[in-house]
């Protein structure tokens, strides 16, 4: 019963919120969101290579530009935390575990479809900047770590991808879901140790449009 209450309670407050808010569809609006990315790789072009996701940080601003009331853009520029986890065992070592994470400044351009005040359908093409990258390797009680700040082109640094999504809408706040992925691979000039992959993400924000 009192599980029950709370939903009712819950569902009143939420409606509450919707038949209060305001259609902003038509307002020039800036925002501030964070949250979070899980992410992983796609496309090893062939290599022997098998990667886990990892959860990072994304945070940002955001404009939402009005080309009428159902359609609209909505660029975007946040630092992105995307990367993976691996494991596996080298003989006479033992197991061992190991993450990348890279930290992008991510630049999505994207359309906005607008078919209710609380709802907003995102898509769109997005540039990726690579600003740095850590790499940590755990081998029983031995940890070794790497920061790179490319000074080369080993590593492909500027990367076009597609991210494609939706936000509610709620009075001034807003919660985006998204998913994303990288067209271009990160091996550069193709001399790479690295493995040759693409991210790719699922991406959950907060956000508060003034």
Known sequence: M?????????????????SQSED??????????????????WDESGNDFVANGKFGFVGGVFLGVPLG???GLQPE??????????????PFLGSYEYTRTATHLDIPIQLQLKPTKFLTIVAGPQY????RQESEFTSGESVFGS???????????????AVGGFDINISNFIISGKA??????????????????????FQLTAGYMF
Not at 77 to 90: A, C, D, E, F
């Open 24 to 41: 902003r569809r038509e307002d020039f609006v800036f925002g501030l969101k964070a949250g979070t990315n899980y992410s992983n790789v």
């Open 69 to 71: 009331e159902f359609i």
């Open 77 to 90: 520029v946040l630092i992105s935390q995307k990367g993976y986890r691996g494991s596996g065992s080298i």
């Open 147 to 161: 920061e790179e700040e490319f000074d080369n082109d080993n590593i492909r640094k500027n990367t076009v991808g």
């Open 2 to 18: 009192k599980n029950v209450l709370t939903i009712i309670l819950t569902m009143s407050f939420i409606t509450g919120m919707y």
């Open 180 to 201: 994303g992925w990288d067209l271009m691979s990160n091996d550069g000039d193709g001399t790479s140790s690295d493995p040759n992959y693409k991210n790719h993400w």
């Open 128 to 131: 990726s900047y690579l600003m």
